[in-house]
């Protein structure tokens, strides 16, 4: 069985635990071996493991209990949904069991912190665990300021990212443009020293697919001047139908 996760950090004293794993492009990069490797079982951890922060489900304030038995300093997970990663789940579920999978609506998955590493006091959280016999780094040396970009998308098309209203085009990663042109292609684009609102826009030329407009990003840390190491993750599928088959190669 392998497991795929989207992200870690926890920060819940009760059980020594204040640590962020790098991320960055963790889903993206575990489906791609996944694919790769098509082995028997797949687990996806989790579905609302809030206090890792690699859930997938939707948040529910019922199920927010342990940031108080665990001591949490604030709770990292309240208006951070991660729904966005289910997006993709039907069409790589597809390609992982039957070696093809269809594209009925092209999407958008895109995922970032909102805040930039050197925003705000670290709140002890460290860039790996000792408990893992781990070298320890500040967080903001093993996860990048970038906004995350993942799109299910029936051929070739142009990413533009925005944040602030400052317009930047993006690009897909070498490894990040599926062969066939059917399926995920997936890059990031850097804050740079931005702040603001972000948007990021799938186009082809001046016409948009898909556009999935996210929270601000922000050097004000509201958590009692902490930094929080979750993500926030956002999503919109295409109005428009359409239909594509890709196969793995």
């Known amino acids: 069985m392998v497991a795929v996760s989207p992200w870690f ?101 895109t995922w970032y912190r909102l805040h930039p590493g050197d925003a705000g006091d670290s709140g002890g959280t460290t860039g790996n665990t000792s408990s893992h016999g781990q070298e320890l780094f500040h967080p903001a040396e093993i996860m990048e300021d970038k906004i995350v970009y993942s799109a299910l998308l029936t051929g070739p098309a142009q990413v533009t990212v925005s944040v602030g209203g400052v317009a930047e085009e993006g690009s897909w990663d070498d490894d990040g443009v599926p062969k066939g042109g059917v399926g995920v292609y997936h890059g990031s684009v850097p804050f740079n020293g931005r702040t603001g609102e972000v948007v990021v826009t799938i186009h082809r030329g001046s016409e948009i697919a898909v556009q999935v407009q996210g929270r601000s990003i922000t050097t004000e840390c509201s958590h009692g001047g902490m930094n929080n190491w979750n993500a926030w993750v956002g999503a919109a599928n295409s109005p428009m139908g359409t239909h594509a088959v890709a196969h793995l190669s």
């Open 9 to 109: 950090y926890t920060n819940l004293p009760t059980w020594n635990k204040n640590w962020a794993w790098k991320g960055d492009d963790l889903w993206n990069d575990r489906w791609n071996e996944i694919l790769a490797m098509r082995p028997e079982y797949v687990q996806i951890l989790t579905w609302n493991d809030f206090g890792e922060s690699h859930y997938i489900g939707p948040l529910h304030e019922k199920q927010f209990g342990a940031f108080e038995y665990g001591k949490a300093p604030f709770n990292y997970v309240r208006d951070m949904p991660h729904d966005g990663w289910r997006l993709l789940l039907p069409f790589l579920i597809d390609l992982y069991k039957y070696g093809t999978a269809t594209i009925t609506r092209e999407g958008l998955v």
